[in-house]
């Protein structure tokens, strides 16, 4: 057989279906086909598809979205592509950002359809090539995602496996790049849910109402534009957990709703009048002080104790060095073998260096560093001077002593460096030294300084 | 011996079901019989898209196979589509027993030429050759000379040579012997 990447469609319409499968059984593929999303997603279980074809538009059941949604957690290497009418291509870019790789307006060209799929399944090729070799690699971490040797991080992950099966909220507090989300789906996975949907929302990438409609979802005709009813993020991870990242963003009006679903397990769609129950454990994230937010009256006191009932503190990677050369050393094998370089290590003068960096960014800027280093070394190992960009960093960082000289001659100085920062623009000159431009015109003047506009 | 019948769905030139007989001929040793030229039902035509619906002639043409038919192969005139895509050529059961080829898009006056007889007769062919092959279990062929590669416009169709490559040919042939000894 040439082709042995099963291929599934799902649509409503049994011609559409028929025609469509027999279409690419001419091409040597075999063809599976679903009349819902339902039973969609049962064979997607049950088989690995390489490409699923699915329906924007199905009036029983799931919609095109929420199937492809529910494909591609049960198989993430899959691609959906979504099949929608000319009315429709709004929401097929709407389902593009979900995650779908690519979507066709029908009827369409044969030659496009063909020319798609065949693209599809090369890269597809090239993809589990490299992933027989990267398998081998992540078998070693699936269970180590989170590495240390550090006892403050081992008490946490010991507390994750305690607290797995509890259905009870948890706050994650951390700097950014601490790695919140990757303790938040250990908790998830280690329990009674883990079959069940991880859903993550980032509280701070929405307004208001977007977050409003992303979370409860919303009734057909809710607002200009909301063609269909769409479930929310909590509907769809119903029975698992939701993950709200960066909780301390979100408005008052957000507060109250969300206090309202923590405390009766039910909400309302937007633009609904019929109460929507769910059970969704929620795990929290914040890089705020929210203690602090709610002494300052920003966040609600009853929403932090009923998100606050069990609470991780994850140390910066500054207080937990040892972990570094560990961390570099995954990382280092990880991105290798995804970007297809042969490194074999990190030498000592170069692991030196990390573990002198203090890690603004903690885990995240960590690797990010390593990918960079990674992708201009040229000799097989990463050495001193692959990383040694790092060292300028920490060099320019803000050490700054006052100087011992007249008051004078320091508002001069100030106001020369803000000119030149801002490129000799007044105005953003002046708002960065904090006085109105008038003043700032003075001064110059006082100091004999002269700019460009 | 079991027979491969042809079958006119609606109008189609005597001298298009001619060339269609040859081929067949020239490539599987089987009977060739035609079957009386047949109506294509008022439900197969999309009014909306003034196409005729593949899915409804290829329901219509299992309905009619003969008890001693090896294959059924139906021609038409009109242009045929499925709901996913704009047009077709032709469409064939995989390993089955029916097939259906239209000459709508062969004709050079589809695409705004002068008619040409020769140009026709070939591609007639080359389509003939193709949707055989699917039901003798034959998949898209790499080649781009062979009957058996995918054309999705109508240059595609004129690249091919109006014969199997030599694999496509072999395979073709094997199927046919092991199938003719099963019923036999
Ligand atoms: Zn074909
Ligand atoms: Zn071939």
Redo the contacts between chains.
Sequence with gaps: M??NWPILVVDD?E??C???A??L????YRVDIAPNGQKGVELAKASDYAICFVDLKMPEGMDGIETMMEIRRVRPEASVII?TAYATVDTAIQAMKEGAQEYIV??????E??MLVSRILKLKKLQSENAILRKKLARQYRHHDIITKNPRMEEILRLTQEIASLRSTVLIRGESGTGKELVARAVHFSGNRAEKPFIVVSCAALTETLLESELFGYERGAFTGANAQARGKFELADGGTIFLDEIGDISPKLQGDLLRVLQERRFYRVGGSREVEVDARVIAATNKNLAEQVHQGRFREDLYYRLNVIEINLPPLRDRREDIPLLAEHFVQRISSELGKEISGITAPALKLLIAHDWPGNVRELENVIERAIVTCHNGVLDEQDVSWLRHKDLTAPVWEVPDVPLEELERQAIVAALERKQGNIKEASAALGIDRSTLYDKLKRYEISHRN | MKTLYLVAMGDVPKQVMEWIEHAAAEWLPVAIRRLEARVIPERAYDPKRKQYQSVEMMKMLAEMLPPDSCRLLGVTDVDLAIPMLSFLFGQAQVDGPVALISVCRLRQEFYGLRADEDVLRSRVVKEVLHELGHTFGLVHCDDPKCAMSLATHIQRVDEKDEQYCAQCGLQLLKRFSSQEAEVS
């Design positions: 040439k082709k319409e011609v559409m028929e025609s469509m027999a279409w059984r001419e091409d040597g099949i029908k009827p369409c060209n044969p030659q359809i063909s």
